[in-house]
């Protein structure tokens, strides 16, 4: 879905008078309005949120702590850094460390990076040699590593603007259905062709170690063949960008979650922002009163292109955005 033909289809109704995009590669763009005013945004995300605000949410155990000092439930969990000049030795100490914490925490653990975004190398971790390889790619990528407390339960995103809910869904991990027929091989390649005409891109990267350790794990390979109607997930991350997908609630958001997720947006401070909840009793939705919960992660820069949304809707969505926008 292209988001220029988003702001085109909404130019009417919010003032948009064109949307002037940087050449150089750079993803920066302008909106202009037609009272006048404008704006500036970049790789899709808008400039709403405080830096300050912004970059405490990007720190992953800033906003755990924080959380959890207003009385929100979050996940157990440790950071554990290397500083610059750390030789291999010293590092591979870091990470033993990191393995000891995760067994006293009992295995699987979710283990991630400290301030990376889109859940790359967010991974389930069920055995020490993964821990090692994982670890080590996080620390090549940045300095620090987060090991939480796995959850059992349902994974839903809430996104807050301006103290009201503007949307809120169930996320799945990446997954494929079998037929009897086709290999798991197969099956994806199916789903990559999928994702191009749905998404205009392909999110399965088949190289991606986590998807060889989850199918390890469920004793399958790529060319084992799973029955009709076998569900094999690929990922335990549920982000769109690495092939997750959107559920619709089977009805209306219930008012105990709006409260919480507008409490937990304005507890840190953001305007705009993506509230990744685990609820802990899995036959229960965000249509349900209040039941246990964490909060895995809070996104200040959430993509609102949910692909199981009608036009309509994600047309509504950036409508809201910008006519406040505009207006300020």
């Known amino acids: 879905m292209s988001l220029m033909k988003i702001f085109q289809r909404i130019a009417p109704r919010t003032g948009i008078r064109r949307v002037v995009v940087e050449p150089g590669g750079s993803h920066a763009a302008c ?13 899709k995300q808008f400039n709403i949120n405080a830096s300050n605000a912004s970059s405490i949410a990007k720190d992953k155990m800033s906003t755990h702590f924080f959380l959890k000092k207003w009385g929100f439930s979050v996940p157990r969990a440790r950071l554990f850094s290397y500083t610059v000049g750390m030789g291999v030795k010293e590092r591979h100490e870091i990470i033993e460390k990191a393995f000891h914490y995760a067994e006293t925490v009992g295995l699987p653990v979710m283990l991630k990076p400290h301030d990376l975004s889109q859940g790359r190398y967010v991974t389930k971790i069920y ?5 090692f390889q994982t670890a080590r790619k996080i ?3 940045g300095s620090s590593l987060l090991v939480e407390r796995f959850y059992e339960g349902t994974d839903y995103r809430i996104v807050v603007f301006d103290n009201s809910v503007i949307s809120a869904y169930q996320r ?11 290999t798991i091989a197969q ?7 999928f994702f191009k005409r749905l998404r205009g891109f392909t999110a399965i990267d088949l190289s991606d170690p986590r998807i060889q350790e989850k199918l390890r794990f469920q004793h399958h390979t790529m060319e084992s ?8 997930t690929l990922l335990d991350n549920s982000n769109i960008s690495s092939g997750g997908e959107a559920v619709r609630l089977p009805g209306p958001l219930h008012p105990d979650y709006n409260k919480l997720a507008v409490a937990i947006a304005q ?43 009608t036009v309509r809707e994600t047309d509504k969505l950036y409508s809201i955005i910008l006519k406040k926008l505009s207006q300020e």
């Open 31 to 43: 909106i202009e309005f037609t009272n006048g005013k404008h704006i500036m945004f970049r790789d």
């Open 127 to 131: 055995r020490r040699p993964f821990f």
């Open 139 to 141: 620390f090549a990528a």
């Open 172 to 182: 799945i991990p990446l997954f494929v259905l079998g037929d009897g027929r086709a």
């Open 187 to 193: 099956l994806i390649a199916r789903k990559q062709r």
């Open 225 to 232: 063949i799973p029955y009709r109607g076998e569900k094999i």
């Open 267 to 309: 507890s840190l401070s953001l305007r705009l922002c993506g509230i990744d909840i685990m609820l802990l009793e899995p036959e229960r939705t965000l249509s349900d009163p209040l039941v246990r919960y964490v909060v895995l992660e809070v996104n200040a820069a959430p993509g609102l292109i949910n692909y199981n949304l």
